[in-house]
Structure formats: C-alpha cells, structure tokens
Nanobody, 123 residues
C-alpha cells in the first residue's frame, strides 16, 4: 500500500530551523526522484525541492534556494528537508511525493498524498 508519512513540522520563530522527514512505502523508493511540496492557506500546492533517485541532483525553488537542503536515504526509504533561516512566508503544510520528469518541472508520480506536516513561522 502506497504511503507517505511526513513529520517534523512545528512552530518556529523567524530565522529558526526545522528538519522535516518523510517515510515512504509501497513502491520501489530507490528508482524514483522525490520532492517536497508545500501548500499555504488559499494557495495552490507548489514544488519546493526535488532530489534525483540516487541523490546526485537537486532542484530548489527560487524562494528557498540557499536556505533549504533536500536529502534522501535509500536504505531507509526516507527523504528529508532541512530548513534554515525560516521566514513567515514559509508557513504552509509540507508534503512529500515521488515525482517523474525533469526535477525543475517534476510532477507527482502518484495521486496519493500523505497528511502533510504543518510548518508555522511566527514571532
């Protein structure tokens, strides 16, 4: 059964850091690129970062470049997102998914999503 379980969100002050984790199961994790998406209230879900199947290539949205780092562990079927220098505009629910296509223009490989993890950046 396909499953994504995101964790690590919370409330943090501007300038703070969080590390998100996603545990994936139900598919061959190591052959898929993986991505983190986020959705803020009233906005569409957007691609934040992506990483190739073996971790050799990454992509970041301009809004998070230099602040966020995506990584993966194929032995554990997990993908992480280290978020530093957080800003109020980073507030959103964060989701992970396997993706297909070029990293910068990747799209979800599966229609299923996890419950996401809430990140709130506020003083």
């Amino acid at each position: 059964q396909l499953q994504f379980v995101e964790s690590g969100g919370g409330l943090v002050q501007p300038g703070g850091s969080l590390r998100l984790s996603c545990a994936a199961s139900g598919f061959t994790f190591s052959i898929y690129a993986m991505s983190w998406y986020r959705q803020a209230p009233g906005k569409e879900r957007e691609l934040v970062a992506a990483i190739s199947s073996r971790g050799g290539s990454t992509y970041y949205a301009d809004s998070v470049k230099g602040r966020f780092t995506i990584s993966r562990d194929n032995a554990k079927n997990t993908v992480n997102l280290q978020m530093n220098s957080l800003k109020p505009e980073d507030t959103a629910v964060y989701y992970c998914n396997a993706v297909v296509g070029a990293l910068s223009n990747s799209r979800p490989a599966f229609g299923s999503w996890g419950q996401g993890t809430q990140v709130t950046v506020s003083s």
